[in-house]
């Protein structure tokens, strides 16, 4: 039973180009949700996601950055005109639905994006 | 003010003695509190889940404060493989998907 999984593990991008990391639920999860992890600091909720439907995207930045959970295929997290700023780790984490009782995320190994 | 405070140690621990840390919340419509380790660059990964009447999990002991909004995690005969962060989790009623991280707690034992 293949975890979450995630990639690119590391991307390195300039300035200015964009960025795309994607994500994979666990099996049987219909529920993807985003994380990002700046260096020395916790992780902050970015946008959560079931299939074709954004549900909270209260932590996404408001410019550049976008997320997807189409029918078919990964969760896509999108960062177009990347800065230094965007440099961190960016964790996918997956759960079954809500009503099903779940309470707990399991975390994909990360995606860990360098803006030169 | 965050709304999940950590203090970042390290705390230095001699292989099996005991290391316990607190973590504060602000936020009292929060629900539900886990203890999540993550070792140095890579995910993080559920230890345990906190209930209110406290619980143990092996060598593990959770505890959880409403009143005064905090939760701790104490470690019992630690061992050299409980080197990592502790990162203590809070999700609030009013938003399930979005869980609130503290920054971590660093907990170094030594032989």
């Known amino acids: 039973n293949a975890g979450v999984m995630q990639n690119p593990r590391h991307l390195v991008r300039r300035r200015g180009q964009e960025a795309r990391l994607r994500c994979s639920p666990m099996k049987g999860h219909s529920h993807v949700y985003w994380y990002r992890q700046l260096p020395e600091e916790g992780l902050k909720f970015m946008v959560y996601l079931q299939k074709e439907n954004i549900i909270d995207e209260s932590g996404m930045p408001k410019e550049r950055f976008s997320a997807e959970f189409p029918k078919e295929g990964p969760s896509i997290l999108r960062i177009q005109q990347v800065v230094r700023g965007d440099s961190a780790a960016y964790f996918c984490?997956?759960?079954?639905?809500?009503?099903?009782?779940?309470?707990?995320?399991?975390f994909g190994a990360g995606s860990r994006l360098t803006v030169l | 003010r965050k709304e999940v405070e950590q203090d970042p140690g390290p705390f230095n621990v001699p292989e099996g003695a005991t290391v316990a840390f607190n973590c504060t919340y602000s936020?009292?419509?929060?629900?539900?509190f886990f203890w999540y380790r993550q070792d140095c660059r890579k995910e993080p990964k559920l230890l345990m889940s906190v209930y209110s009447s406290g619980n143990e999990d092996g060598r593990f002991t959770a505890q959880l404060n409403r009143a005064s909004q905090y939760i701790s995690l104490l470690i019992r005969d630690s061992k050299l493989s409980d080197s990592a962060t502790y990162l203590c989790?809070?999700?609030?009623?009013?938003?399930?998907?979005?869980?609130?991280f503290g920054a971590g707690t660093q907990v170094v034992v030594t032989p």
């Open positions: 989790v809070v999700r609030r009623t009013d938003s399930w998907g979005k869980l609130q």
């Open positions: 936020n009292s419509a929060s629900q539900s």
């Open positions: 984490a997956s759960s079954p639905p809500p009503e099903s009782g779940a309470n707990v995320l399991t």
